[in-house]
């Protein structure tokens, strides 16, 4: 349906519009950053410096870009779909050739007044281009062969341009936030069913064969896949971390110690506690109660959003709040699942809550296309 | 595209459909992260509290006990000591640079040791712990251990360090440990994490090093909590690493024990191999070392010291070289069985065959001399041997040829390298043509062939070949020496060997002549000779010359030994196997510039032999009644120098 065939009448214009905007999302938004600020206050041992100050700054920037956004009809978005796209495409492409290394892999662009990630513009930019896609595409196509392997393709580029920087986890947020959108628009369930029986399979040969004659893989390397799945088998390495990750959290108890009173992340113990590891240091100083609270926060967004695109006739705008519900999703869960050793350690913020620029405002843009898919619901 | 309003609406629904589908899904998620956290803080919460706040986990490496070394009789010859030390972590200090000059008011640390570990300390991943004190007192653990609330991180350790029980007598065999340094670590190719502990020990020499692997073990790993003071509260688990192989060697610390006094003085060396199974039980250097002061690194004044730096008052003794394996001399006379079975083997010479010696031959235009000036008439085989006559072998050499020479001596063991778990093993030079045109590009002489014949020239032997060649004679069979019994108490292969295929009454010969040595009146070892009956020796002198003598000093007469500096004198030689009738044992004695091989050797050797035969002090009946008086005194002097050894922990299964 194509946005002249809306009523205009139905739609708020002006300042109007603010007050159709999802508040309860804005308002959970600001709650988890509030939990994070506090957080980065603690983890820098009660001091603004040198995170709190420009988290807030940014998270400011965001909440503005949000609204702006919002207030852009949803049809605008749609059509920036294609560029959007392929702009985060070239900029991949020249992060692999001018991009800057730091730690061993290359995300990042120098932008003088700030690093920027195009991986993280990319996370959005494929959702639209995929919802924008389904908009487009007549539903008794969208399991024919042909038309899957299209947006296998928008996939399967940025995913390879990611994973050779390298950035397992952004990877795998790609990858799932991707196939995500497709279940979304009603690819049929066989198709799913056989990838991930394939990978089922494929995994559990690679492992069988380890041994035999016929062993698909180098031992050095089954061993290196160890270590990645078990940590405790390295326990001087990547084990310590987790070790020392998961004694930081059980440790909080019902209550926790208190605010700035955790002992662990204070005797550095913790790697990356103002990033991945933030999650630690909250469930140590506020326990149970904190740490559930803000899986219930994260899970309110979640059923907003749903609630959201499940009433919006707009197939676009269901879709785009949709996929980034589930990007947001598989944020926090692949985070709390690592830090609380259910999950290999890959290299995943927490949304909202870790400290970083680019993750903050690429996240906030992302609740700017939500917010313009609500205001400008076909009602 | 366009769509009917039919197909938009299915579309809707099915997006509903999924949505709720993928909505239970990640409701199922957040559960489980829920659930997980409940587990974990709520159900948990006690042990993880426990762990976390008095608690620390620290994950450390054990290592392994290293394995001992024996002698043949159960005797310790390299054990390993507890002792304290004090330890220090950085994520236990918190402020390191306070913690330790504190610890510095308590105990008085080292300057030097203390700036090591500081930097050590800045250097390490936070939780390994770093020596900051070695062999501390117990009073300096107390006051440690009461002082620890002041003293984070802090740790008294109870550890395990090497020591030579032996002292100076084991030094050349055992070898020594020593810290495992940047050089080794640069020099070896091993992952093994033990090294990566600061001051871990390795074999740095010898046994020691040879035997490395067997004798280090492998880490074990444990997992400890300590508490916010850095005090270890109590281990959380173990995985115990394998300790090291225990070594069991050939040598009897008993009789190295007499060796090592019997040579001390003098610069030289003896080897005794048990020709039945070519075990070594003595190999004794002097002058020797304490390896204990390397073991925890040693002065430099010493080292300069043990190394003769200083110029001035050096004494080119080398007592860092076990000159049993790692010095080679001309072996002289001792040479002469390999040039007569060569001879004799080859057809050339029958024993009963005479040459005439007047003193010296003439090859081409160069005089060669006999030792004894005036000449020894008409020599046979047995007779040269005895009286040691030059000029017999100068002629039988030269029909035999170098090469032939050569090949015996190398049958016999001369010029090969006997691997024994020993450093710097050299294997000496056994020349014929072929050597001499491939590493000098010079065609062999007659000369030198006249020159080798009677062990000068390029042969060169260390007291191990020579102790070996002399078992070769008196058995006939292939004697591998053997310097390790048995490794983890499983028992290496000996060294009997197989038949050498030589004739044996060839053999007969040269040892019949050989028993004339040293028991024929006119023999020159007759008056250091075993008077036992049942102990009678066989063996040759040799006296081996260091410097040519120039005209100059021939004209004005200095050719007496004792006149020249020491350094210049001849190396004094002697071997010899016993009984005669019955070989047991082979010894080899080289004293450097010790003089004449009968004078200098031959009662070494004899004295040697005898305390080896007798398993201790021999009765004086064992000796020439001549000589009797001059031995009690010798006892009598050497008693001071001879500890009382008893074997220990007995690793002997048999």
């Given amino acids: 349906m194509s946005y002249l065939a809306y009523q205009f009448k139905d739609v708020p214009v002006g300042f109007r519009k603010l007050l159709y905007l999802n508040w309860p999302v804005v308002f959970l938004i600001t709650a988890v950053s509030g939990f994070g600020f506090l957080m980065l206050y603690s983890v820098a041992g009660g001091s603004m410096n040198p995170w709190v100050t420009p988290q807030v700054q940014r998270f400011g920037l965001g909440l503005a870009v949000m609204v702006s956004m919002a207030m852009v009809p949803i049809w605008f978005w749609r059509n920036m779909a294609v560029v959007g796209y392929l702009l985060a495409l070239v900029l991949l492409v020249a992060v692999d050739i001018i991009g800057v290394e730091r730690n061993g892999s290359q995300r990042w662009l120098d932008l003088r007044f700030m690093d920027f990630q195009p991986s993280e513009m990319m996370k959005i930019t494929l959702i639209m281009l995929l919802a924008a896609y389904y908009d487009w595409l007549p539903l008794s196509k969208v399991s024919k062969p042909v038309w899957i392997l299209v947006p296998l393709l928008f996939i399967a580029a ?101 605010y700035m009173q955790g002992t662990q992340s204070r005797l550095n113990f913790l790697p990356e506690k103002h990033t991945d ?103 | ?142 006051r440690v251990t009461v002082n620890a609330p002041a003293l984070p991180g802090v740790v008294a350790e109870l550890g395990r360090s090497r020591i030579y029980p032996q002292g100076s ?43 490395e692997r067997e004798l280090r073990g492998t880490a074990g790993t444990k997992r400890v909590e300590v508490n916010a003071a850095g005090r270890v509260m109590r281990e959380l688990d173990r995985v115990e690493g394998i300790p090291g192989a225990d070594v069991q060697l050939t040598v009897d610390a008993r009789l190295q024990n007499y060796i090592q006094a019997r040579l001390d003085g003098e610069s030289a060396a003896a080897v005794v191999i048990d020709v039945t199974n070519g075990d070594v039980v003595g190999i004794g250097s002097a002058p ?50 390999v040039t007569a079975l060569a001879a004799l083997e080859d057809g050339q010479i029958e ?19 006999c030792w004894r000036r005036s000449g020894h008439g008409n020599m046979n085989l047995n007779e040269s041997l005895k009286q040691s006559c030059d000029v017999y072998y100068y002629d039988i050499a030269q029909r035999v040829g170098i090469d032939k020479i050569a090949a015996m001596g190398r049958k016999l063991g001369l010029g090969e390298r006997h691997e024994l778990p020993m450093s710097a093993i050299r294997s000496g030079l056994m020349p014929d043509k072929a050597w001499k045109r491939e590493e000098r590009g010079e065609d062999w002489r007659i000369g030198d062939t006249v020159n080798a014949s009677i062990g000068q020239g390029y042969v060169s032997t260390s007291p191990l070949q020579l102790a070996v060649m002399t078992a070769r004679i008196a058995t006939g069979r ?52 075993i008077a036992a009956q049942e102990y009678r ?20 007469g200095v050719t007496r030994n004792s006149d020249l500096p020491w350094n210049r004198r001849d190396h004094a030689l002697f071997v010899s196997f016993a009984p005669a009738d019955n070989p047991k044992y082979a010894v080899a004695v080289v004293v450097e510039h010790g003089g004449g091989g009968s004078t200098a050797a031959a009662p070494i050797a004899r004295d040697v032999m005898l305390q080896a035969l007798y398993g201790g002090t021999p009765p004086l009946s064992a000796y020439p009644s001549a000589s009797r008086g001059a031995i009690q005194a010798q006892q009598r002097r050497l008693e001071p120098l001879l500890r009382e050894i008893r074997p220990g922990r007995d690793t002997d299964e048999a």
């Fill in chain 1, 158 to 258: 940025p995913a390879y341009l990611v994973l050779s920087q390298p950035d397992l986890g952004t990877t795998i947020l790609l990858v799932s936030g991707g196939g995500a959108i497709m279940f979304l628009a009603g690819v049929h369930w066989a198709y799913f069913a056989t990838v991930i029986g394939g990978v089922i399979g494929l995994v559990t040969a690679v492992f069988q064969s380890r041994g035999t004659a016929w062993q698909v893989l180098k031992d050095y390397q089954y061993r290196r896949i160890d270590t990645f799945l078990d940590p405790t088998q390295d326990p001087l390495g990547a084990g310590y971390h987790i070790t020392q990750a998961k004694i930081a959290l059980g440790s909080g108890g019902w209550t926790g110690r208190g």
């Fill in chain 2, 1 to 142: 595209m366009k769509k009917g309003p039919k197909e938009t609406e299915e579309g809707a629904r099915r997006l509903s459909r999924r949505a709720m589908l993928l909505g239970s899904a990640q409701a199922a998620i957040v559960a489980t992260l829920g659930a997980r956290m409940a587990s974990m803080q709520v159900e948990q919460a006690d042990t993880f509290r426990m762990l976390a706040e008095e608690n620390r986990i620290n994950i450390g490496l054990i290592p392994p006990a290293r394995g001992l070394v024996y002698d043949i009789n159960g005797v310790v010859l390299a054990d390993n000591e507890q002792h304290y030390s004090i330890t220090m972590t950085r994520e236990g200090a918190g402020n390191v640079d306070e913690v330790l000059a504190r610890l510095d008011r308590i105990i008085a640390l080292e300057p030097e040791r203390l700036e090591k570990a500081r930097e050590e300390l800045k250097a390490r991943s936070p939780f390994v712990p770093v020596t900051v004190a070695e062999r501390i007192s117990w009073e300096d653990v107390a």
């Fill in chain 2, 288 to 337: 020797s070392y304490d390896p204990n002061v390397f073991v925890t690194g040693i002065s430099t004044t010493l080292w300069n010291e043990l190394n003769e730096r200083d110029v001035e008052t050096r004494l080119h003794r080398r007592p860092l070289a076990a000159k049993t394996v790692q010095g080679t001399y001309p072996p002289g006379s001792t040479f002469k069985m």
């Fill in chain 2, 351 to 369: 024993a009963d065959d005479t040459v005439r010696c007047v003193g010296h031959t003439d090859v081409f235009d160069v005089r060669f001399h």
């Fill in chain 2, 537 to 556: 020796m066989a063996g040759k002198t040799g006296t081996s010359q260091v410097r040519r003598i120039t005209a100059d000093e021939r004209a004005r």
């Fill in chain 1, 277 to 379: 590891f933030i999650f630690t240091t909250l469930a140590e100083e506020f326990g149970f109660i904190g740490a559930f609270g803000l899986l219930i926060l994260y899970a309110l967004i979640i059923i907003f959003c749903v609630q959201s695109a499940v009433t919006n006739k707009d197939r676009f705008a269901s879709l785009i709040t949709m996929g980034v519900a589930v990007t947001f999703f598989l944020f926090f869960s692949v985070n709390m699942a690592m830090v609380m050793g259910l999950a290999p350690v890959v290299g995943v913020p927490l949304p909202l809550v870790s400290y970083g620029g680019s993750a903050m405002l690429v996240l906030m843009v992302a609740f700017g296309l939500v917010q313009s898919a609500h205001v400008h619901k076909p009602r």
């Fill in chain 2, 169 to 211: 007598d084991m030094a050349h065999v055992v070898g020594y440990v020593g810290p495992v340094s940047d050089y080794d670590l640069s020099q070896i190719d091993d992952q093994d994490p033990l090294l990566q502990i600061p001051r871990f020990q390795i074999g740095k020499t010898m046994v020691e090093n040879r035997l």
């Fill in chain 2, 478 to 529: 292939a004697v591998k020496p053997r310097l390790v019994r048995s490794i983890d108490g499983i028992e290496e292969p000996s060294g009997a060997g197989e038949s050498l295929g030589l004739n044996e009454n060839n053999l007969r010969r040269i040892r019949a002549a050989m028993y004339d040595v040293s028991n024929h009146s006119r023999g020159t070892a007759y008056r250091t000779r």
